[in-house]
């Protein structure tokens, strides 16, 4: 029998992977975010007859899943533009969490029968926190401005910890009746938040000293991997958040990491944290789809059409609540950032606040943690309305992904939204720099002045320079310049596949072995990397 149940685990997997490389390459044939092309495959597949139901197991999400993709999003993001979008980030990770907590328990009742207020605690706190991963991988692939992916970013990093502190004291009310004093929720809530946060930090520490003394790509690759983890059940075995705990260890390993990474570790590194978040994130998302029909089997007060009329119904609500906060915290917002913190911030066009409202997707998070309410109460009566909490918190989770990010470009598009300083002028102006600073240094080289060494760095120097013109693309020398330099890409562009052809050839002469083709390969590889990414960042200036 158990030998049955790993030969079952293994065709599950297997099926689950090959349907998330199916579904994430129809997703990039349509040109569509894949978490909304995955969510839709596994809602359409569950709806195929003999389909096995599946439930998805909320320690899979909060152990195994949780803990990589909240480091993975921390580490990516900017320390200096998450320092600077704090205040909007806290009003949006905490101030809207609260926000939508309350007005979902204070309207649930009116528009969800058998609801109260304190169930309403319950389905608000669920419902109340942004998904980290769909709301940052379709605001990019839709062309966000990069602002308003900055403050999105943030608050799906933030907002889990105060969206799941809420669920906390919101269960506690429904199980053993017992209220909470503001006091008791403050108290709760600064330990969270400063428990998690040390912890993240002090594991960033030590995990930047131990990197600073090895040089190993599998080891260092392999301690990236164990990191999310070991912040996030630190902190949890201390009843801190966890996930503060991941989120401050990705912030701060992130931005060091600069100095400690070498090239070939980073490059390394890079491709495998790149896969692994694609195949958790396609499986989560598959699986939230898959999970339909195990949601509406404990449902027997309401009939399919009046679940989808109220689930619609709620799922509006929600979205309204966030629109409700959007606009006037906006401003309190404003006047903190430019009078308090002499920010020199221009106050938000509606049309950037309205795109704000309007991405306010839900996710894994919000499903895992109305997966894991409890089934009983501290009396033994079952846990009132806990399939139909769940039933709403998929449509949620349905409605603002789907709906929401699927009408996102269009929306994007109408308003026309401005970018007043996208990131490519930012990686423009810095390879500038860089450049000018490599030209200074080849200029005050005494070892140039060699009869042996003038010739090459002139060589080098001329290069530099026609690179440093191509990015300045002005008339005159500046023009000349960049023809060449567009010339000189191209003819070295074909000479390395001629390398590549002729490295092949060797091999198939058996003259070299498949290793050192390999290495060949990677070498050229590298170069073209290189040379792609500085034509993305040079093609908008032109």
């Known amino acids: 029998m158990h030998s049955t149940n790993i030969h079952d685990i293994e065709i599950f997997v297997l099926l689950l992977l090959v349907f998330v490389l199916g579904f994430g390459a129809i997703a990039n044939r349509l040109k569509t975010p894949y978490p909304i092309v995955l969510v839709i495959g596994g809602l359409l597949l569950s709806l195929i007859p003999g389909i096995p139901r599946i439930q998805l197991a909320p320690d899979l999400v909060f152990l195994v899943a949780l803990p990589p993709l909240l480091f993975a999003a921390a580490f990516t993001t900017s320390w200096r533009d998450f320092k600077y979008n704090l205040v909007s980030i806290a009003s949006l990770a905490f101030g809207l969490v609260g926000f939508t907590v309350v007005g979902v328990a204070l ?33 990019r692939r839709v062309g966000l401005p990069r602002r308003l992916i900055d403050i999105l970013e943030g608050e799906s990093l933030l907002n889990d910890a105060s969206g799941l502190l809420a669920l906390e004291f919101a269960v506690a009310v429904v199980v053993t009746g017992h209220v909470p004093s503001l006091a008791e929720g403050a108290g709760r809530l600064l330990y969270l938040v400063a428990g998690g946060v040390a912890i993240g930090l002090l594991l960033g520490l030590v995990i930047d000293w131990l990197e600073r003394r090895i040089d190993d790509a599998p080891i260092e690759i392999t301690m990236s991997l164990l990191t999310p983890y070991a912040a996030y059940l630190s902190a949890e075995y201390v009843h801190a958040s966890g996930v503060l705990s991941a989120v401050a260890c990705g912030l701060y390993l992130g931005r060091r990491s600069a100095t400690y990474f070498s090239s070939i570790v980073r490059l390394e590194a890079h491709a495998f944290w790149n896969t692994l978040i694609f195949v958790l994130n396609g499986a989560v998302f598959l699986l939230i789809g898959l999970q339909l029909p195990v949601i509406l089997t404990g449902i027997e007060t309401f009939s399919l059409p009046q679940l989808l009329a109220r689930g619609a119904l709620f799922s509006g609500t929600v979205i309204l609540l966030r629109f409700l906060w959007i606009f006037p915290a906006a401003r309190v917002s404003f006047f903190i950032r430019r009078r308090l913190l002499h920010q020199d911030e221009r106050y ?112 080098v120097a001329r290069h530099y320079s026609i690179r440093l013109a191509a990015m300045e693309r002005s008339d005159g020398a500046g023009r000349v310049f960049s023809l060449q330099h567009d010339l000189f890409e191209t003819l070295t562009a074909e000479l390395r596949e001629v390398e590549r052809a002729t490295a092949v050839e060797l091999r198939d002469q058996g003259r070299i072995n498949d290793e050192v083709l390999r290495s060949l390969q990677r070498e050229l590889d590298l170069i073209d990397a290189r040379e792609i990414e500085i034509d993305q960042e040079i093609e908008p200036r032109q």
Request: hydrophobic letters at 55%.
């Open 107 to 139: 309207i649930a009742r009116w528009i969800l029968p058998g609801f109260d207020w304190r169930l309403g605690l319950v389905l608000g706190a669920v419902v109340a926190t942004t998904d980290a991963i769909a709301a940052t991988s379709i605001a």
């Open 348 to 459: 938000p066009a509606p049309g950037a606040l309205f795109v704000v409202g309007w991405t306010g997707m839900r996710g894994v998070v919000a499903l895992a943690a109305a997966l894991s309410l409890p089934t009983i109460l501290s009396n033994g009566m079952p846990f009132p309305q806990r399939s139909t909490i769940l039933f709403f918190t998929f449509c949620v989770i349905f409605v603002t992904l789907v709906l929401q990010g699927l009408t996102l470009p269009g929306i994007i598009r109408w308003l026309r939204l401005p970018d007043p300083m996208p990131a490519e002028c930012e990686a423009v102006e810095a390879r500038r720099i860089m450049i000018a600073a490599a030209l200074r240094k080849l200029a005050d080289d005494p070892k140039r002045d060699r009869p042996e060494a003038k010739e090459i760095y002139d060589d």
